[in-house]
């Protein structure tokens, strides 16, 4: 059996406290550590179940959409033509899709994603790409 290593670092055949090198101080991360790992497991858990409830729910208005098509396209209805100021359309056919997305926003007063979707629109049926 080997000798046994006391604080002190002397040999004795009964020491009073065993100091590994090793684990000398190694207790006081352990605690915290095994604490914090169930901890971000369950919040990983509650966000991926967060972001399923949305992708379900982004995936059953897809589904409404689709139908909604159908139903108009089987009734002859076609979705309404935005009213578009002129200057809208004048930078829109220049190329100049940005500006015209400004132009939108200016005289609608709707928010940016609106005004970009309303102008891409614009474009798609204008064939202007």
Do not use: C
Request: negative net charge; charged residues 25%; glycine residues 10%.
């Amino acid at each position: 059996m080997p000798p046994m290593v006391t604080e002190a670092g002397g040999d004795e055949s009964e020491p009073e406290h065993l100091v590994s090198p090793v684990f000398n101080g190694a207790m006081e991360w352990v605690v915290p550590f095994a604490v914090m790992v169930p901890l971000v497991l369950l919040a990983l858990v509650a966000a991926g179940g967060r972001r399923t409830t949305v992708d379900r729910q982004a995936q059953k208005l897809a589904a409404v959409e689709r139908k909604l098509d159908l139903i108009m396209a089987h009734l002859g209805i076609s979705e309404p033509e935005p009213d578009v100021p002129g200057a809208v359309l004048q930078e829109l056919l220049a190329g100049r899709k940005i500006q015209a997305i400004k132009e939108y926003r200016d005289a609608t007063g709707v928010g940016l994603k609106e005004a970009k979707d309303a102008v891409e629109f614009l474009a798609r049926q204008r064939g202007l790409g």
